[in-house]
Every structure is written in structure tokens, then in C-alpha cells.
């Protein structure tokens, strides 16, 4: 009776797994393979490095990362709450709109403080 449980389960990660193998198989089998020097060497962009590795980057880019996976977590959730909406009658719905409502404020706060702002 256990496994007829996790039957969905386990045949979700198989054909999952087969699919992904496919196309990893099937683009390597067709996918040009024709290597210079230039996709050979360290950077691809076609000039050596020039300064150290361990320069400091500016911190826009680790903030840009930060909010992308911030926003992106949030979207998330709208699926498995969409999917449930009709057995989560009103109180879901109310809870997720102030959910949403207080995602909205910190995006205008973020906005506001200028975290959007490239220059």
C-alpha cells in the first residue's frame, strides 16, 4: 500500500529523469562540435583578462541577484495557492491578497531607496 501511494511520486522523477537525459543525449549527438582557440580559452568574450580574479565587484550585482530571487520565490507561490484556491475558500484568498499587498510594499520600499536604479 506504500508504494501505490508514491506510485505518482516516483513515476513523476522517472519520466522527468528519462526526459532530461533525452535531451542532454539527443544535444550532444546533434549540437555542432567545432572547438578553437578562442572558445578554448578562459573567456569566451574574445580578450585575456586583464586585471586580478579577486577584484571587488560592485554590490548592484548581488543586490539584482537578492530581488531577482526574492521576486522569483515569491511567484512561486501563486501556483500551488492558485491550485488549492477552492478548498481554501475566502480566508485563502484574503490571506494571500495581504500577502501580495505586503510584497507590494516592500517592492515600492526597494524602489523608493533606489536598489532599481542602474546607472
Partial sequence: MLL???????????????????????GNLVAPNNPDSEKLSPYECGFEAFE???????VRYYLVAILFILFDLETAF???WAVA????GLY???????????FLVGFWYIWKK????WE
Avoid: H, Q
Fill in 4 to 26: 501505490e501511494n508514491y506510485f505518482p511520486v516516483l513515476l513523476f522523477i522517472l519520466v522527468g529523469s528519462v526526459v532530461g537525459l533525452a535531451a542532454i543525449t539527443l
Fill in 52 to 58: 586580478d580574479a579577486r577584484m571587488k565587484f560592485d
Fill in 85 to 88: 484556491l477552492r478548498d481554501l
Fill in 92 to 102: 485563502g484568498y484574503l490571506t494571500m491578497v495581504l500577502f501580495v499587498l505586503e
Fill in 78 to 80: 501563486f501556483f500551488p
Fill in 114 to 117: 533606489g536598489a532599481l536604479d
